[in-house]
């Protein structure tokens, strides 16, 4: 299971996680606008929406995974997890460590994106995963980095 940990953001990933909270919280915000009050409630459903993405705060999770196939084989797996369940992306630090990156639906119903980062390395015969997310969370925690990160996690090791 994922442990939730400090962890602060760089501002390219601060930035790109509060843009991905907001897209979420409009479009439920325009949901429910529109259910109510038609094209005009939509509206203010969604730029309510994003408004309170504003007033959720950054929340990390993270976990290791030891591997019993090699680098290469993990980090295929781990890229073909990311593409499985969400949306593999660039680098937003633009780091070019070789790192993987997606955003992956999390939290109650899937509809509150975590921002995922593997960084795979030999280990032994094997390989460790080391997986990182991040979520905005509101009042209601929803835990989810960590069931993003326990997701992927169940990816990579389920087709041993």
């Known amino acids: 299971m994922a442990e939730k940990i400090s962890y602060e953001l760089t501002q390219a990933e601060a930035d790109l996680l509060l ?6 919280t409009g479009a439920a915000g325009e949901l429910g606008g529109r259910i109510g009050g038609g094209a ?18 950054a929340e990390t999770a993270a976990m290791t995974i030891d591997v019993p196939f090699g680098a290469d084989s993990a980090r295929a797996r781990t890229h073909h997890a990311i593409a499985r369940l969400g949306t ?14 997606g955003v992956i639906p999390s939290g ?21 995963v080391h997986l990182r997310a991040s979520g ?8 989810i980095a960590a069931k993003a990160v326990d997701r992927i996690a ?5 087709a041993q």
């Open 19 to 24: 843009e991905l909270a907001k897209d979420a």
């Open 40 to 57: 005009a409630g939509a509206r203010g459903g969604r730029s309510g929406g994003r408004l309170g993405a504003r007033m959720t705060r």
């Open 88 to 101: 593999g992306i660039e680098d937003p630090n633009g780091a070019g460590d070789g790192s993987l990156w």
């Open 108 to 128: 109650a119903a899937n509809m509150s994106p975590a921002l995922l980062r593997a960084q795979v390395e030999p280990a032994g015969p094997g390989a460790r």
């Open 136 to 143: 905005r969370e509101g009042l209601i925690k929803q835990r």
């Open 154 to 158: 169940a990816a990579i090791t389920d």
